[in-house]
Structures are given as C-alpha cells and as structure tokens.
C-alpha cells in the first residue's frame, strides 16, 4: 500500500496560504450628527463628568474617619462609598456588585444589544473623547486621509505633535483622577503637584497615562476586536429577537444609484432605498459595513443610523434603513406580516430576576448588619490546661470589632457553662460581676479570654460556650460561638 | 510501512530547494526528512538584540555583584553588595521602625505594661514572636511544656509566676552556670548516691503520692514515709510538700506533675535528683525582648 504524498492530505492544497496576522487597516471616522450621537455626547460628558470630579466630593462622617465620598483606603483597610463603610471581611458585596454588572450587562444585551459597547464601555468613550480632539486639530475624515498619503512636511509634524500632546495630557489627567481614589484628593493633588506624593501614586499615573494613551489613541478598535472578551460572549448570548442595530435588507435591496432607483420607480418596478454611498461606513469607529450583518466588530454606537437618516432625507426617503431591530420583524415584512417586540422574554425575566435577588439580598445584608462582629479562636496548643488545685482551663483569643465611627463600651459576657470562672487579660474593669470593653472608634481589639472550670465536669462532649457583647448604651448585641473542652473530651 | 523508513523518499519529489518559496512564502532550510521539510523562519532581529543585550547586562553583573568563586574567596564586586549586609540593613530599619514603642516598654514596669492595652498589645505580638524563635524548642509552641519542661500556661511555677520573677528567670536561666545570678537549687541524688535505698525510695514515694490525694499502693507504710520525708525532704519541698519557690523546689502537693504523676516517675525523680536547665538570655535578647516575652508568658493565663 502506498503512502500519499502530504499535500494530497491537505483540503486546502488549493488555496493560496494567507497570512495568520492582518494587518491593521487605519480608520478615519467621519463626524456626523444626529439623534445617536447627541445620546453619546451626553454619556460622555456625564460618565467623564462622575469620574473626574467624584473624588473631590465630600462626605461628612465625624472626626473619626475620613470626609471623602469615595474612598478606597488601602493603608488602613476600608473602603467608603457614600453612607457606606467596607471593611476588608465584607469584600463579598464587591463580588455582589460583579455579579450585578454582569447581569446587567445581560440583561442590556438581551434588551438592546451591545449598548455597553456603544455607549458605556470606558474604551469607547475617551476613544470618542479622543477623535474629537483629533477632528479638532487635524480636521475631518477627507482631509486627515490627504493628508497622511501626502508628504510629511512640518506643518503636518506640528499637527500631530499638538495631537499627540493633547492626548497625552488627557491620558495624564485620567491616569491622575484614578490614583485620588485612593487617598484624600485635595490633600494627594497638593503632595502630586509639589512632588511629594509617594512613588506607587506617580507609577500609578504613569501606567493609566501610558494604557489611556495606547488605548484611546493608538490601538481603538483593536481592542474591541481583539483584546476584549465581551464580543465573543455577547455573541453567544444574544437571540433573535434582542434589538440589534440592523440593516433593513428587506427595504435597501437591490442597491442602486438614484437616478436609476427613479426611474425603476416610476416603472413600478421593486427598487432598494440603499444607494450605496458607503456613508455608513464612513462614519464607523470600527470601520465595519453595518450591511453586512451583524458582525464581532460592530459595537452597535448608532453612528450609522445618524449617517444613513441624513441621506434618505437627502433623497427624500424615509428615514431609519438602519435602526434598532431584529432578523425576526425583516422576515416577517417580507412575508407581509407585522412587526413584533418582545422585550419581556424568558431570558430577559431570567436576568431581571437575578438581579432583584442579588440586589436585595446584598441591600437586606447592608442594612441589618451589625455595627460589631466578636470572632473567638480557641488556643490550639496546649486545647485545656489543668491547674495546680485540678481545675480546667481553656484559653480564647477574642477578636472585637467596632465598626462605629465612636468608641464604644460593651459588656462581655460568656454563657453556657454554669459555675465557670471568666478572666479577661487587660480588661478595663469590672463592677457589678459585668466586664466591660472598650474599644476604639472604627476599631477592633483583640483580648485573651480564660474561662476556668472544675475538675470534676465528665461530660464527653465539648460543651458550646457563647460569647456575648452588648453595647454598654443602646444594647445591641453580637454572639461568637466556640466549646469548652476537657480531657474527657480530647481524643 | 516501507514507504515511511525510506529516507530519500522526500529528496525523490524534489521539492527540498531552500530557494524555492513554499506555500508559506518562506524558503526551506534546504534539509529534508521523510519528506518533511524544515521552513527558514530566522529569530526576529528584536529578539536577538534583546537577547545580545541580556547577555551584556550578565557580564556587567559579574563586575557589579558577587559573581565568580576563587580557591578560598570570591570576587566581592564593585557595589560590595552581600545578603548578610542587606540583612543587618532591613533589621536595623525593622528595629528603628519599632523604636516608639520598645523605648517605651523598656521604660514602663512590667505591671504598667499589663494596664495599658497599647502596650499589652504590643508586647504580647513581640513575645509571642520571641518566644516561637527562643523557648518553643523545649516549652512548645504553644507553651504547653513536655516531660521535664514546664507548661507555662498552668498556674503551678517552681521559681515564681509574678511577671518580675518570670523576667528574672528569662535574664538568668535556670541552672545555668555561666551567669553568677541563675536560678540554682539542686536536689540530691538520693538513690544515685546511696543516701536511700531503693526500698525506702519506694516508701517516700508513696508518702508523696498521698500529699496530693493520688492513690497510693495497698499496704504502703504511710508513716514510715513521713518520717522518711520529714528528715530528708521537708527542708526544700516543705512539711505539707507545698514546695519553696525561693530554690526551684516544686510544690508536691498540687495536680501539676512536671515528670509524671506515677510512682515509677516520682521514684526516679527522687533517685536521680537533680533538675532542668535553662539557658539565660540576658546576653542573646534586649532587655524590650526579654520585657514582652515576660508579659507574654505572665499572660498565657496562669501568671500570678
């Protein structure tokens, strides 16, 4: 039996081998108006607005913790959002707020398609701060394409210069607006500016400046087509009747010039409204053509309904051959039926649904947690110890937290084990049988506990202490749960 | 089969010409195995000059750092850089960020330290540290003791459990010859030396037990065990056996058996006499080390 030659195993022995990698082809989107690009100026001012001026806002908690709203203070291990205080053990409502991003990213995309790509996402939003800035300097989409075929003279150097240093100082500011997060933003603006911040703010600065820069400016759409994951999950999670925005294929074919698509009309002939003037086109961020279906690279921003309404209103057609819709509502006007909607959708009640219950379990949690917590870790080494008269001694560590902004004096106190004796290492004081604990406002304190018992206890099992805190003024209460073991009970 | 192990069979189809431009576009390296042809994709030229500057910068590192070892040296290097030096740096600063509060636990007695919850706080972390690196070896990681090495945790102590007596023991040891001021105290080989015989080793012994209430072994002559005790144990452990901190004699009446509980272990406790050791630390440890291990101990629980 004769073995083949390799290149007959090979299905595609008669294709031409292309290239693993394509090479970047550059876009320049054409400015236009309309109603999408209103709603995205809007975004971009009120999404830019909130996180650059966001840190400077104040919030007044007493003289106990910080006034900034929105604070999140590594040194010191807390995070502030307005009324609320994170304390590093509750850093699950961060995975709650994952988890609600996530389906509400669901949930838009089920509703309206890739509204987070086109209107949200951060990448979109300094890459459109950013094009402006280069409309601004270098003109439009014609003259930015002349210009780079043609010869590079210094006007065109200074051009790009005065670009490329207005990005810069954008990514700078933007980088400089991450870092005041993290520490006290009048106070860090005043160490930055006279060169006293500490090194991780300015590497910080440096690494946002330099990704803002490289994103927004440099790389764009590349990283919508090949760096970001959603693209392909969104993909996947779509349906068909999610609003997409659409070529009406059903009323812009048979593509034709004007002149032409008249004079088919005045025949009575069937005649597309698209004419082919690539405007759409022209005017994608991603330099997609929305006709050809919807595609990964299609960030769904609406540019082209805006391009494509200016024409047929040009042309005297009907506004809206590309729009929000759905494959579904083509077939059915092809097939003479009428449109249909279905926002409310399994898939769409499914999210709504996770998104109730994941926000009312974590706003139910936040608002019934308490104001202390008391944590207790029994000594590991030695389990009991026997005293010289024959008792038993367990030894506890106790860890209590104040979560108040004000000191705080609880009453300690241990149940569950009659006739025991309860010492605390460096309590206050006692008076009236009760000890007390104090502790520091937005504190925690950590004690030694010795609870003492007789010898004669023969109980098998460990027996389950409690260990209560009750705030000495308004008697709110924390239990921590750990067992008194004995020789008996050590195997 | 035959058609896979006959080599040249590539070479027959001719197609090995390290010009011709296969489908990839690249030429071949000109070899050619059972047909398998090998394309010329030289290194990227970033990546050779990457790499060409990596190896400058490792013959810069043999002038700069420790690099190459000679007979009885090594070439030390420019920076004179060592990782014992940088040790003693990062300890010297570790120390100088602590120096707030060890100059205030050196100045602040030890009952004092115990009040104030800062302090307490401070001390108990640095002598739980100290005592894992120090005393674990032989008193447990937890303090808990073993056979001859004392718990710490319990409230029976043989030189004392107040915090100042503790910090004595820590500064001087225990038996320990080198330093004039160590706690010493020895018990005398009874039965090692001939002062008892094994016979009246056995009945002291059960006199013993009875101090603390154990049980003792049927018939055991009880009297003759308190005079045995009277004339040779009474001057340290005292007449009730409630034991004399001043010379490490422990006290025998109580439930805490440093060696055992059982008449064979007090038997050769008293036949071999003698008693433990421990080093003194007042030369190792500073004096806020040897303060916090103090608190640390005097606050397990049992402290007095």
Known sequence: ????????????????????????????????????????????????????????????????????????????????????????????????????????????????????????????????????????????RRERMQRDAGPFTVEVFALKLLKHTFWLLIAWWTGGAWVLYFDDAPTLVLQLLTFQGTATAYISILVLTFTTYTFAGLMREQICLYACPWPRIQAALTDEHALNVTYRYDRGEQRMSVKKAAALRSAGEPVGDCIDCQQCVAVCPTGVDIRNGPTLGCIQCGLCIDACDDVMAKINRPARLIAYDTDVNIKRRQSGLPNIFKPIRSRTILYAFVIAAVGGLMAYQLVTRAPSTITVIHDRNPVYVKLSDGRIRNAYTVRIANMLNDPRTFVFSVLGLEQSQVDIIGAEHASQGELFITVGPDQTRELRVLITHASDDKREAPVALYFEIRDDLDGRRAVGKDFFRTPNTVH | MEQKTSAPSGHANGSADPSAPAQSGVGTTGHSWDGIEELNNPLPRWWLWTFYACIVWAVGYWFVYPAIPLVSSYTKGFLGWQSRAQIEVDMAELKAMRSGMTTKIEATELADIEKNPELLSFARAQ?????????????????????????????????????????????????????????????????????????????????????????????????????LYAANCAACHGDAGAGNQEMGAPNLSDKVWLYGSDKAAIMERITLGGGGVMPAWSNRLDAATMKSLAVYVHTLGGGK
């Open chain 1, 1 to 140: 039996m004769s073995v083949p030659t390799s290149t007959s195993f090979d299905p595609h022995a008669d294709e031409p081998d292309l290239p693993l990698y394509e090479a970047r082809k550059q876009i320049y989107p054409q400015s236009v108006k309309g109603t999408y690009r209103r709603i995205k100026w809007i975004i971009l001012a009120v999404t830019l607005a909130i996180y650059y001026v966001l840190p400077f806002i104040r919030w007044d908690r007493g003289p106990n913790a910080p006034n900034q709203a929105v604070l999140i203070d590594m040194p010191h291990r807390r995070a502030y959002f307005f009324f609320i205080e994170i304390w590093p053990q509750e850093v699950y409502y961060l995975t709650g707020l994952l988890i609600l991003a996530a389906m509400a990213l669901f949930l838009m995309n089920a509703l309206a398609g890739r509204i987070w790509c086109g209107y949200l996402c951060p990448q979109t939003v300094w890459t459109d701060l950013f094009m402006a800035i280069e409309r601004l300097i270098e003109g439009d």
């Open chain 2, 127 to 227: 002598g739980s540290a100290a005592f894992a690196v120090n005393c674990a070896p032989c008193h447990g990681a937890g303090a808990q003791g073993f056979k001859g090495y004392p718990n710490l945790n319990d409230d029976d102590w043989i030189w004392g459990g107040k915090a100042e007596d503790i910090l004595t023991t820590i500064k001087h040891g225990v038996r320990w010859e080198q330093d004039s001021n160590t706690r010493s105290g020895v018990m005398p080989s009874f039965g090692r030396d001939g002062i008892l015989n094994r016979k009246e080793i056995a009945t002291v012994a059960d006199y013993v037990l009875s101090l603390s209430g154990l049980a003792v072994d049927k018939g055991a002559d009880l009297a003759a065990g308190k005079t």
